[in-house]
């Protein structure tokens, strides 16, 4: 969804939420879109710097795609427990194309 017509300020919203709930969120986001921060530069007294990276690369270096790895499984168990507590605690969510 967008707070604004121009499509400038995307939000993502859960779908678990009533219809209600869901506008009181919209309501409150857009009289307080001003304190969200949709680019670094809106990010007021934080330094780009603790937002961003650089990959230092070498000059003729071209990138490679390295095949996926896989875990052992006691790592695999250990990561499926975490993933699982991200997703309940709704700091993570799944995407409709991903298994």
């Known amino acids: 969804m967008f707070l604004e017509n121009n499509e400038t300020t995307p939000v993502i ?5 009533k219809k209600e709930e869901e506008d009181q ?3 409150i986001l857009k ?3 001003a304190a969200i921060g949709w680019h670094i ?3 007021k007294g934080i330094s780009p710097s603790y937002c961003m990276h ?3 690369l070498q000059a003729n270096y071209k990138p490679v795609r390295q095949p996926q790895r896989r875990l052992n499984p006691i ?3 250990k990561v499926r427990k ?3 507590k ?3 605690a709704g700091l993570i969510y799944p995407i409709s194309d991903s298994s």
Do not use: H, Y
């Not at 919203?13 to 939420?17: A, D, G, H």
């Open 13 to 17: 919203i859960s779908n678990s939420l």
């Open 25 to 27: 969120l919209v309501q």
């Open 31 to 33: 009289r307080r879109k």
């Open 41 to 43: 530069s809106d990010l």
């Open 54 to 56: 650089k990959i230092n």
């Open 75 to 77: 790592m695999k168990e």
């Open 82 to 84: 975490e993933v699982l």
């Open 86 to 88: 991200l997703l309940e």
